[in-house]
């Protein structure tokens, strides 16, 4: 009898430990309780983005009681950026304009600023076309902004009157100014029309050209000065390489290495309070971490303890209070979104602020683990694996999830809700940088440059084959999705590898490049001259690679998702998409479209239905009773 006993608890408890909980889909998309956090100079007050549905909202919280002294909302689609404090009352920010999950936010209507309870509004004019550069500590009412219209032009803005003063102008078209501790213009680097990447040096009332490269070459950029104003912490990337730090010497020219990684180029830099002197460098090789430059200032000492007081966790630094005292930290890992603190120098303690999804578990998640793979020409790439939890690792039905862009964004170590909520319905999660992403210097952005559906699509085949040699990936259940230009990739990739996967997920993706001349970005310069870049030249080379002209190869089920109002890649991508595979006798195994979203749903339901959709889409072709992909 006990031993049927035994037997019987053994049979309940062995589901338990194989599986775990499923997770609702709504609690990995519903909106986070932050975005970022910033402090006040004082260190009183912290200013923290929140987003609602089809907006973000600026809520100012004093840190003593946690009491919301202010909260700013500007209206539908809009958003909160570059929030700065330019004094211990007034803020100063633009709002952006945003209707699609994966849109970019552009700028529209003015710049703002306002005390930190909304009293005092100021509406500045032209302010979306402005960059702030500095404060002026000297002058708490004012700042120092630049516009590039042509030519860079660098102001002193007075932030309660809305008036400027002319600073400085310099010979390039999209300039970032660089002043010492004395708020002297001593540099400009930017990018010229023709994508020449300049750094130029100013003596006086004189101008003179440092540092010229084309467009994918190498780099140099003014980052700041040290405390003496006499040398200049610059980002160097030699031939299109992924760049290095370098302290300069202004007038021996005398270079000083202080951080490379040689992998990636660095995504973040941590200054001292009074800002003369840099600390850290943040490196997303990996999982992510600080290369600590100035190990003996006092300051780095503290920073540093504070990375170790998280194991196992990534932890980004915010702006200190001037006086040094209250740090501002955001703290996530793979498995936790993140968390922001405070911590108080003279205590000794760290207080918790708030969680931007507490109700997530950490313990139900599922770890993202780095990887390298090589291409089939020997090119190393770099991305993630995520594995079920409680599954041994092998044998696993897969998603690879290229990433949008494709030139510029890459795939990073952190909380992707997307790729927990893959992982927790049992599907082994596979992220790569091919050739093209951004963060490994220009020269492997470069190589991307014209290679859509190619080498960049090689670049996905190799990953998957890597995964099904490795015994992770079961090889006849393997699936592609993406979005934006991941759904490119998800369709370009059934066509060149019909059989290498049993179904494809293309959401708000490209499936004409000539559809594209009617994004949203073609009407400025600077996006027609990315095309020209990045697109094959001639008429053919774009309709060979196109996914919508080659769907006679196209074996397996589709699944499409598109928004009506998208504007970065225009629904008509998928129309003609459809009426491409009608032609050959295909049509897509399901379509949905959402009549009110753009590029990217944001609607919470929208998403709930989507996924839940989607989910039911994988466990039909690769899940554990999977029937064998039949063709479209």
């Known amino acids: 009898?006990?031993?049927?006993?035994?037997?019987?608890?053994?049979?309940?408890?062995?589901?338990?430990?194989?599986?775990?909980?499923?997770?609702?889909?709504?609690?990995?998309?519903?909106?986070?309780?932050?975005?970022?956090?910033?402090?006040?100079?004082?260190?009183?007050?912290?200013?923290?983005?929140?987003?609602?549905?089809?907006?973000?909202?600026?809520?100012?919280?004093?840190?003593?009681?946690?009491?919301?002294?202010?909260?700013?909302?500007?209206?539908?689609?809009?958003?909160?950026?570059?929030?700065?404090?330019?004094?211990?009352?007034?803020?100063?920010?633009?709002?952006?304009?945003?209707?699609?999950?994966?849109?970019?936010?552009?700028?529209?209507?003015?710049?703002?600023?306002?005390?930190?309870?909304?009293?005092?509004?100021?509406d500045i004019p032209n302010g979306n076309t402005y960059r702030i550069v500095d404060l002026t500590p000297e002058d708490p009412d004012t700042i120092l902004v630049q516009r590039s219209v042509e030519t860079s032009f660098l102001?002193?803005?007075?932030?309660?009157?809305?008036?400027?003063?002319?600073?400085?102008?310099?010979?390039?078209?999209?300039?970032?100014?660089?002043?010492?501790?004395?708020?002297?213009?001593?540099?400009?680097?930017?990018?010229?029309?023709?994508?020449?990447?300049?750094?130029?040096?100013?003596?006086?009332?004189?101008?003179?050209?440092?540092?010229?490269?084309?467009?994918?070459?190498?780099?140099?950029?003014?980052?700041?000065?040290?405390?003496?104003?006499?040398?200049?912490?610059?980002?160097?990337?030699?031939?299109?390489?992924?760049?290095s730090i370098v302290l300069l010497d202004v007038d021996t020219r005398a270079e000083t290495q202080l951080s490379s990684n040689g992998t990636v180029s660095p995504s973040g830099y941590l200054w001292s309070s009074d800002r003369k002197t840099l600390l850290g460098v943040w490196y997303e090789d990996g999982i992510p971490y600080w290369d600590w430059v100035?190990?003996?200032?006092?300051?780095?000492?503290?920073?540093?303890?504070?990375?170790?007081?998280?194991?196992?966790?990534?932890?980004?630094?915010?702006?200190?209070?001037?006086?040094?005292?209250?740090?501002?930290?955001?703290?996530?890992?793979?498995?936790?979104?993140?968390?922001a603190y405070l911590f108080d120098r003279q205590t000794g303690q760290a207080q918790f602020l708030t969680a931007s999804m507490d109700w997530i578990k950490p313990e139900e998640m599922s770890p993202m683990k780095p990887i390298v793979v090589k291409a089939r020409d020997g090119l190393p790439l770099h991305g993630y694996i995520t594995i079920p939890k409680n599954s041994n690792g092998k044998n696993l039905p897969l998603i690879i999830n290229p990433h949008g862009g494709p030139h510029g964004p890459r795939d990073e170590w952190g909380f992707n809700p997307e790729v927990q909520l893959f992982a927790n319905r049992g599907y082994a999660v596979l992220q790569i940088n091919y050739?093209?992403?951004?963060?490994?210097?220009?020269?492997?952005?470069?190589?991307?440059?014209?290679?859509?559906?190619?080498?960049?699509?090689?670049?996905?085949?190799?990953?998957?084959?890597?995964?099904?040699?490795?015994?992770?990936?079961?090889?006849?259940?393997?699936?592609?999705?993406?979005a934006s230009y991941g759904g490119y990739a998800a369709l370009m990739s059934v066509v060149r590898e019909p059989d290498l996967y049993r179904c494809t997920v293309g959401y708000v993706g490209v499936y004409d490049l000539d559809a594209q001349r009617d994004a949203d970005f073609m009407g400025h310069e600077s996006g027609r001259n990315y095309l020209k870049d990045v697109y094959p030249p001639t008429a053919a080379e774009r309709m060979a690679q196109s996914p919508a002209y080659g769907v006679e190869r196209i074996k397996v089920p589709i699944l499409l998702v598109h928004g009506e109002k998208d504007v970065r890649v225009p629904i008509k991508n998928m129309h003609f998409l459809i009426s491409q595979l009608a032609k050959v006798g295909k049509k897509p195994h399901d379509v949905i479209v959402e009549k009110k979203e753009a590029h990217g749903f944001r609607d919470l339901q929208n998403n709930v239905n989507l996924y839940t959709k989607m989910l039911a889409f994988f466990d039909e072709y690769i899940g554990p009773n999977a029937k064998t992909a039949s063709a479209p």
């Open 294 to 339: 100035a190990p003996d200032h006092p300051e780095t000492k503290v920073y540093a303890g504070l990375t170790k007081a998280f194991p196992g966790k990534a932890v980004r630094f915010h702006r200190a209070s001037d006086n040094g005292r209250y740090l501002m930290m955001q703290v996530y890992s793979d498995v936790q979104a993140p968390e």
């Open 1 to 122: 009898m006990k031993v049927m006993i035994r037997l019987l608890l053994l049979l309940v408890l062995l589901p338990l430990q194989g599986f775990a909980r499923e997770v609702p889909i709504q609690d990995f998309f519903k909106d986070p309780q932050f975005t970022t956090v910033s402090l006040s100079p004082d260190g009183k007050h912290i200013a923290i983005n929140v987003p609602q549905a089809d907006r973000t909202l600026l809520a100012v919280v004093r840190v003593a009681d946690q009491a919301i002294v202010g909260k700013f909302d500007y209206g539908e689609n809009r958003h909160f950026r570059q929030v700065y404090w330019v004094n211990d009352n007034r803020l100063l920010f633009v709002v952006t304009f945003k209707t699609g999950r994966f849109d970019f936010e552009t700028a529209r209507g003015d710049m703002y600023a306002a005390n930190i309870d909304g009293t005092g509004r100021l």
């Open 435 to 482: 050739r093209g992403s951004g963060g490994y210097g220009n020269a492997f952005e470069g190589m991307g440059y014209r290679k859509w559906g190619t080498t960049m699509q090689d670049d996905l085949t190799d990953s998957v084959k890597w995964a099904i040699a490795q015994g992770i990936a079961d090889p006849d259940r393997v699936c592609i999705y993406g």
């Open 155 to 243: 102001f002193k803005l007075n932030v309660n009157n809305g008036r400027i003063m002319n600073v400085a102008s310099a010979p390039v078209e999209q300039g970032s100014f660089l002043v010492d501790h004395d708020r002297k213009v001593r540099f400009v680097a930017g990018a010229m029309n023709d994508g020449r990447n300049v750094t130029y040096r100013r003596d006086g009332d004189k101008w003179s050209l440092v540092h010229e490269s084309e467009r994918n070459g190498a780099t140099y950029y003014p980052l700041g000065f040290d405390a003496e104003n006499k040398r200049v912490y610059m980002a160097k990337g030699a031939d299109g390489k992924p760049e």
